[in-house]
């Protein structure tokens, strides 16, 4: 039983380089997120995908792009990484179910120095 | 915009009842929920409210007033394992989820 799988579960990178953080869903889960989780400031949605071949921009969207060519896949890309993403990155999927709970993946920890 | 107002700490002990209050000002409000998140891991989910009223799941409930803008999460019967971070969400019209910056609960023995 996968669910949401990130990768790298940590990393360390130079200032200046380009990263993407990979987020791979086994539940068929039509709608995709990625959030970033900051101390006093809790979880803030950066992109979302609604579908296939559609992404929406979120709360905090400068600095980041994201791509969904499939269902499965929804990687998050920092072209240019600045030490204020610095941050713990968590990718979730939602149902289309009346809940639509969302479930996430066990986060990537990333420290821009 | 979004704003979602909830405590910042709370403490309580083992075996008692801990309230969680959270307030609300959203663009378009399509559901609440609330989420369980231990230090270090991925949030979880524990509740769904989108009509006024109680909901009840074991020793955790939530209660929703849209009206006052206003939900709380109750934990009875406070065990060790109940200590963790509490996030309350609102999802929109668009179907998007808003967070708080949750609440610490701390259960002292």
């Known amino acids: 039983i996968a669910g949401i799988t990130q990768a790298p579960t940590s990393q360390i990178l130079a200032a200046g380089r380009r990263m993407t953080l990979r987020c791979t869903q086994d539940?068929?889960?039509?709608?995709m997120y990625w959030y970033r989780q900051d101390l006093g400031l809790g979880l803030r949605l950066i992109h979302y995908?609604?579908?296939?071949?559609?992404?929406g921009k979120g709360e905090v969207p400068d600095g980041y792009s994201v791509s969904r060519a499939n269902t499965d896949d929804f990687p998050l890309t920092l072209a240019s990484a600045v030490p204020s993403q610095t941050s713990v990155y968590f990718c979730?999927?939602?149902?289309?179910?009346?809940?639509?709970?969302?479930?996430f993946g066990e986060g990537s920890r990333l420290t821009v120095l | 915009g979004q704003n979602i107002d909830q405590p910042t700490e709370m403490t309580a002990t083992e075996g008692a009842i801990v309230q969680i209050n959270c307030t609300y000002q959203t663009s378009g409000f399509n559901g609440l929920f609330w989420y369980q998140q231990h230090a270090g891991e991925a949030p979880t989910f524990l509740s769904y409210?989108?009509?006024?009223g109680l909901e009840e799941k074991g020793r955790f409930s939530s209660f929703l007033s849209r009206s006052k803008g206003y939900s709380y999460l109750l934990l009875k019967e406070l065990q060790m394992k109940d200590s963790a971070s509490y996030l309350c969400?609102?999802?929109?019209?668009?179907?998007?989820?808003?967070f708080g910056a949750g609440t610490t609960v701390t259960v002292r023995a």
């Open positions: 409210n989108v009509l006024d």
């Open positions: 969400a609102v999802r929109d019209d668009d179907y998007k989820l808003s």
């Open positions: 995908s609604n579908t296939a071949g559609t992404t």
């Open positions: 539940m068929r889960h039509n709608a």
């Open positions: 979730a999927s939602s149902t289309s179910g009346e809940t639509g709970e969302l479930f």
